[in-house]
């Protein structure tokens, strides 16, 4: 295969992968709590040109490569609910919630109460508070969060406020490190440990919604679009030469 062939290819795996991302952050425009997802490519150098012979020395040939995937950890806007369970996190900080698969941490923050009387997130996943699974008893009334995420409640008949609880939030060094593990949900890779947060606001009655710019997401998904078809067009200009040579070079005069 050409040189040219290869590069375009390249460029064209890369944007394929690009496209991928763009939609799956239009999909999650509705997710609580969703961070949006962008992508780093890097240029790749061969050392040397294949397939081809110069009479001067080679030149270095320029590839697209994946790199990463990068996570905007911007805050998203808040929406009032009205239930008194959800939660709004401003800061940099993460619910904490033990799924099947370990712990996991989301800014999720619609919350309800399962048949247990455990306090769950949207997806049935525990939150868990500084000292494990935050439960409500058959009885308690006006729950209140503070801004720290402690949880209080009147419990029957009393008037006075019964705690429950306080959010376990934490924060990252780096939290580009962590790692998707679901629709909202974030997974730490080995080395990574979560950290009490020090920056964080809860707001209760409030969730925090998707960051995603939707207008600039389908400007991107149709200029991706538009880049790929342009290179298509470039690949295929490159067959038709290649093949009009081909049937040249095989016209022998009779």
């Keep these: 295969m050409e040189n040219a062939s290869l590069i375009g290819l390249s460029r064209q795996i890369a944007l394929q992968r690009e496209l991928d991302v763009v939609a799956n952050n239009i999909a999650n425009i509705s997710t609580t709590g969703f961070k949006a997802e962008g992508v780093v490519f890097q240029e790749h150098l061969m050392p040397v040109a294949s397939a081809t012979q110069f009479t001067m020395p080679d030149r270095k040939l320029s590839y697209v490569q994946d790199r990463a995937t990068w996570h905007d950890l911007s805050q998203g806007p808040i ?8 939660v709004a996190l401003s800061g940099d900080a993460f619910l904490v919630v033990q ?5 996991r941490y989301t800014r999720n923050g619609a919350l309800q ?11 049935g996943y525990r939150v ?11 009885g308690d009334r006006d729950v209140s969060i503070s801004t720290d ?3 209080s409640v009147r419990e029957g008949k009393n008037t006075t406020d019964s705690a429950r609880g306080k959010l376990r939030l934490v924060s990252f060094t780096q939290p580009q490190r962590l790692q998707n593990d679901g629709t909202s949900t974030f997974a730490a890779p080995p080395g990574l440990a ?14 925090e919604k ?3 710019r939707s207008v600039i997401e389908m400007t991107r998904m149709i200029e991706v679009t538009r880049n790929y078809t342009q290179i298509a067009g470039v690949l295929q200009q490159q067959s038709d030469m290649r093949k009009s040579a081909i049937e040249k070079l095989a016209d022998v005069p009779a």
């Excluded at 799924?99 to 712990?103: A, L």
């Design 99 to 103: 799924t099947p698969r370990g712990e």
């Design 194 to 207: 979560p950290q009490p947060s020090t920056n964080v606001k809860v707001t209760q009655g409030a969730i």
């Design 149 to 151: 995420g402690a949880l």
């Design 210 to 212: 998707s960051n995603v």
């Design 113 to 123: 109460v399962n048949n247990a009387g455990e306090l769950v997130t949207s997806e």
């Design 79 to 86: 929406e009032q609910t009205g239930n008194p369970l959800d």
């Design 128 to 138: 868990l508070g500084d000292g494990g699974p935050i439960t409500l008893q058959n």
